[in-house]
């Protein structure tokens, strides 16, 4: 189909898979959502959770639709290499404004032949890895991430509803087989079974969440601030992208996010989901990560927190300030001797 072609071609340079569902619903996958919230594993997660049967049932947001076009953006770039990271990778610049661009060229070459289009990024109207596996992008992984071949889980996933009848994509028959990397390799145990995760310890939910972080979980934080790659970088096909390419120093320390204005903090995180827009929940953040890597210089800092007005981040960094004192008190020459 020329349509179709074209889309592909727009696709391939961006580097770009793509892949054609209809919209029927997703039955399987709204079952497996409402148990999770009954079960309180989705914890605090919103976007999809809010409706379920909204973003399951594509149809009813978009009642004229005929077909999904679905995108696979890969996202690493030189730089990504391996190493832990205070951002997730994902985050550090604006990667979806590569996807936005490409979402808009495919629309706009739908709406130039005649058709309607709706975009459909990060929205609460569409599963969108559900859409991704059954347009033929990739297969759902252990970690509940999709894998497309020849990139492995670093992508970022957008569609593009029309009413354009075209043909649909064959889902992709592959899946992670016994490889189960990912499960042992989270810092929390969030993936509870293959497929299956508890928000309520994934630490990525849990720093664009209100509220205090969990004090069992802050340790397992280390020096994040803002995601986790610990699930993509553990899968084999993730690790061999990274191995690709070279590390960089990530500029982005605690001390950094702590010691910023609330206006500069915002512009620094204009792309990320922060709870509110409050710049609170990235100093929470960025103090459970000061706890945990700070040297004895940090101390100063912690103690500020401690008598801020602000009785979430009193909290944080009185627990931060305990583990510097401590750790100080452990290296310290009087302690070694």
């Known amino acids: ?45 919103t976007f999809t959770y809010k409706d379920p049967r909204k973003a ?71 599963v969108d890895r559900a859409a991704a596996v059954r347009a033929g992008i ?45 499960i042992p390799a989270c810092p929390t145990g969030a993936i509870v079974a293959p497929g299956v995760l508890d928000a309520r310890r994934c630490l990525a939910a849990i720093f664009q969440s209100r509220g205090d972080i969990p004090i069992d979980l802050r340790p397992a934080a280390a020096g994040r601030i803002y995601g986790c790659d610990d699930c993509l970088t553990s899968c084999p096909p993730g690790s061999r992208s990274l ?13 950094a996010i702590l010691e910023m204005n609330d206006e500069d903090l915002n512009a620094v995180a204009d792309h990320w989901y922060v709870p509110g827009r409050k710049m609170r929940f990235l100093k929470r953040n960025a103090l459970v990560a000061l706890g945990n890597t700070g040297g004895p210089d940090a101390i100063a800092l912690a103690r500020t927190f401690a008598s801020h007005d602000d009785e979430m981040l009193v909290r944080h960094a009185q627990w931060a300030l305990e583990r510097l004192e401590e750790r100080s008190d452990r290296e310290s020459p009087s302690a070694i001797r």
Request: proline content about 7%; some cysteine; glycine content about 8%.
């Open 243 to 255: 191995e690709a390419l070279s590390p960089r120093r990530n500029g982005l320390t605690p001390a």
């Open 56 to 126: 399951t049932e594509p149809a009813r947001s978009f009642p004229w639709g005929r077909s999904i076009v679905v995108v696979a953006m890969p996202y690493l770039s030189d730089g990504d290499g391996p190493g832990t990271r205070s951002v997730a990778r994902f985050a550090d610049g604006d990667r979806y404004a590569v996807l936005t661009s490409l979402l808009e060229e495919i629309a706009d070459h739908l709406e130039q032949t005649g058709f309607r289009t709706a975009t459909v990024v990060d929205d609460d109207r569409l």
């Open 138 to 182: 990739g297969w759902w992984g252990k970690s509940t991430m999709v894998l497309t071949p020849g990139i492995g889980p670093w992508i970022l996933i957008g569609s593009t509803v029309t009413d354009a009848v075209l043909p649909v994509s064959e889902p992709t028959r592959r899946s992670c087989g016994t490889c189960d990397a990912c």
């Open 1 to 45: 189909m020329e349509i179709l072609e074209e889309l592909n071609r727009i696709a391939e340079q961006h580097r770009a898979v793509l892949g054609v569902t209809d919209l029927a619903p997703f039955p399987e996958v709204a079952a497996a959502m409402w148990s999770r919230i009954e079960d309180g594993s989705s914890a605090n997660l």
